[in-house]
């Protein structure tokens, strides 16, 4: 039987909450060697680096991603409320945004930015895990496309670790560089409350409620995919 015939009750709101909380808790890429490796402050300064070139894959294609979404939102009200992440990693200005703020954490780490911005030297499994990731957004509804950036629920508190983290073990990462970090704290838990708030009421069937965590269960494994890529570089 595929999920789509399931006609199983619908979980109460507060059961897929917790459904969708748990996914995260037990798959999300916090507990990924490498993020651990990391935050224990072993990895050496080519692994770091290595980490900041690929992940600057990610970030690019993040405001891709949200305009795929963006496309997808039908009334005017929704689009007001996800148009900000497109501003948040662009900027409204040259000089601005997330996307800027990383290419400085890979100047603050020894990167030049060039090197960034040429995506030449982005790992295969990690191109692989971002199209799938943009894909999954291109192709799936709303609900699913939505679902899938609730990893964004443990962010905030990754974020302060990680900070902790370089500012203990990695101090020959100028602290400018941090800035990144710090602004995903307050956009994180801002992301998160508004898309959990749109998944709660979208997915009112089983159905619909079993997707939306498959769906977050498939950014799990694409975010633990691409710590792989970064791991074996
Ligand atoms: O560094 C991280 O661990 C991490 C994780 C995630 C995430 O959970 O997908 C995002 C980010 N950072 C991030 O910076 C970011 O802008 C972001 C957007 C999204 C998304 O799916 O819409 N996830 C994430």
């Known amino acids: 039987m595929s999920i789509a015939d399931t006609e199983l009750a619908p979980w109460t709101t507060a059961e897929l909450e917790e459904r969708l909380r748990?996914?995260?808790?037990?798959?999300?890429?916090?507990?990924?060697?490498?993020?651990?490796?990391?935050?224990?402050?072993?990895?050496?300064?080519?692994?770091?680096?290595?980490w900041i070139l690929n992940r600057f894959h990610y970030q690019q294609h993040i405001p891709i991603k949200d305009a795929l979404i963006l496309a997808k939102l039908e009334t005017s009200e929704l689009r007001r409320l996800w148009i900000h992440r497109i501003h948040d990693h662009d900027g409204t200005a040259p000089g601005e945004g997330g996307i800027e703020r990383w290419l400085r954490l890979g100047e603050a780490a020894g990167l030049e930015r060039g090197r960034l911005l040429s995506g030449e030297e982005v790992l295969p499994g990690v191109r692989l895990a971002v199209d799938g990731y943009v894909n999954f957004c291109r192709l799936r509804p709303p609900l699913e496309a939505v679902?899938?950036?609730?990893?964004?629920?443990?962010?905030?508190?990754?974020?302060?670790?990680?900070?902790?983290?370089?500012?203990?073990?990695?101090?020959?990462?100028?602290?400018?560089g941090l800035r990144y970090f710090r602004g995903r704290?307050?956009?994180?838990?801002?992301?998160?409350?508004?898309?959990?708030?749109?998944?709660?009421?979208?997915?009112?069937t089983r159905a619909d409620q079993e997707r939306a965590v498959a769906a977050l269960s498939f950014k799990c494994d694409v975010l633990w995919s691409l710590l792989d890529a970064v791991e074996r570089g």
């Open 22 to 50: 748990d996914v995260v808790a037990r798959r999300y890429h916090h507990r990924h060697p490498f993020n651990l490796r990391m935050h224990e402050g072993t990895l050496t300064p080519d692994e770091l680096r290595r």
């Open 147 to 176: 679902a899938s950036s609730l990893t964004e629920l443990f962010a905030p508190d990754l974020m302060r670790v990680r900070i902790e983290a370089f500012e203990r073990h990695y101090p020959w990462v100028d602290a400018a």
């Open 185 to 204: 704290i307050s956009q994180g838990r801002n992301d998160s409350q508004e898309a959990i708030a749109l998944v709660l009421d979208w997915a009112r």
